[in-house]
């Protein structure tokens, strides 16, 4: 049945209601539109939260499990076996050098824990290295009273590795029977006397002995007669007394490191040696609390300079880990 107004006022009337019903929409619309961006910001923000979280409406959302990283990925350090890295170490010196043979022990002397490992219980002649023993023997000869006068032999000895020095202390204190009695004192299972008692760089030793030898002096050795020793190994001269570079190994490969060294070098008919060896700490005054021991027999008739540029390469792949 028809309304009873008349058709000009219905049409009118009409328009009226569908214009009302316009501005709900928009008005609907207005309040709608940021009340669903906000309903899609929480889900999405709920899907990454540990913690259950709701939904506009009051929805609960399950929360998901956090993704664990993987070993190595960002934020975490990749973790490099003993073992590996010594490896990584042999195949730099072995690239500088063809055909080296290498013992490698590296420790961290604050917790024990080993760092690089290759070798380390295989002997290796310890030229100048053995210059360690001969000045404990001496410094233990003397119930480890110091002096002037052998302060500034062992001075001599050990910065500058002074080969002269060495043969004084070495004959004048029993020769080979040095390497037993400090072998014995250390319990250094791998270290043998030279089967030529005139030949003391001819000593037998395993990086895991001379290892041993550095935490006997840092922990053992009596205060005085310890500073003695490290002052001289913290004093090396770059120049040895026979115009050798010293230099090589860890102080080339670890710049900016504080160290204590005592490095070794000689050439025999059907093989060269070079050693290095020291205490290793971050620089700025801190400890040296890492022990590197790198013991090498290379090729007959390789220089110095590439012999030890080659332990050089080998010791640089410690940078990051010991410095």
Known sequence: MDSILPRPARRGW????????????????????PLARAAAHNSVAAQHSSAPTASAVGVPVPSLPIPQLPSG?????????????????????????PGTQVGIDVVDTTSGATVADLDSGQQFYTASVVKLLIALDELN???WQTDPATTGQLEQMLSASDDDI??????????????????DLMGLSGTSAPSD??????????????????????????????????????G?????????????????GLTGADWAIKQGWMSLDDSTTLDTTGLVGAGAGQPLRYVVVVLSRQPAGVSWTAGGNALTAGVRVLQGTVD
């Open 14 to 33: 009409l328009w009226v209601v569908v214009g009302a019903v316009a501005v709900v929409a928009i008005i609907v619309g207005v309040i709608a539109t």
């Open 73 to 97: 990925s960002a934020g975490t350090a990749p973790q490099v076996s003993p073992e590996a890295l010594a490896q990584k170490m042999q195949a730099a010196i072995q690239s500088a050098s």
């Open 141 to 143: 000869s003397r119930g």
């Open 166 to 183: 060495a043969d004084t202390l070495w004959d004048a204190d029993g020769g080979d029977a040095i390497v037993t009695r400090m072998a």
């Open 197 to 234: 008692a005139s030949q003391w760089g001819e000593t037998l030793t395993t990086a895991q002995d001379v290892v041993t030898v550095y935490r006997y002096l840092l922990s053992t050795v009596p205060q005085p007669a310890r500073d003695v020793i490290m002052t001289d190994l913290q």
């Open 236 to 252: 090396a001269e770059q120049t040895a007394a026979d115009g050798t570079d010293q230099y090589f190994g860890i102080p080339d």
